[in-house]
């Protein structure tokens, strides 16, 4: 990752980087340094996409206290689950939906993976459908991470790529899902919570199945279409071409990555 002095502009088109000073940073610290940075380019009048997750909760955090003290004016926030429709509401922020704002300016969203490409996987939180809804409708889609999350290819960090199904028969869809990916020796499994292991539900009342792979899955496009063609399944955390800008925070610095 590139280190230096320069500090970049929401307007750059080049990998710049902002140093930070030299102590060592807990990983909320860094995704609270990437989320202010993602913040910058948040401008008065915006209908915004507010993201899910502990690194986007830090943005919508700041777009609040920022609109407190009239530094922001007039913003229209479109979240994307129930949890952060609460929490912007408890700091002060106006929302509304997609069908009264079917065009966003700007979307800020953390992610589970950022490949070199700057294709995404997002979803371990259990919102990427209504993420991709949301963020699909922007002009600008601005992406949050620590430097943990950039992988050489998705699923090369070993962790759950999601896909959001129909409870009905979800056995059968999750078989299907591992079998499209036999070759990249993929393990798909039902997402639980608690002690006697319930299905995780969406907000969207429907189940997630996470799938693990082994090796890497080749053609994302293909893939996406492979899964998108089977019968249950809703939506899945492969984010493709849709980030315009990916800000990394290390203990190097800030790297912004442009489209």
Sequence with gaps: MEAGILVSSPTS???LSTPIPSVILTQDELKKIAAYKAVEYVESGMVLGLGTGSTAKHAVDRIGELLHQGKLQNIVGIPTSKKTHE????????LSDLDSHPVLDLAIDGADEVDPHLNLVKGRGGSLLREKMVEGACRKFVVIVDESKLVKHLGGSGLAMPVEIVPF?????AKRLQDLFEDAGCVGKLRTFGENGEPFVTDNGNYIVDLYFKKDIGDLKAASDAILQLAGVVEHGMFLDMATTVIVASELGITVKNK
């Excluded at 929490?87 to 106006?94: D, F, M, R, T």
């Excluded at 028969?169 to 869809?173: A, D, G, M, N, V």
């Design 13 to 15: 088109s080049s990998p």
């Design 169 to 173: 028969c979800w056995k059968f869809t």
């Design 87 to 94: 929490q912007a509401l408890s700091v002060g922020i106006p």
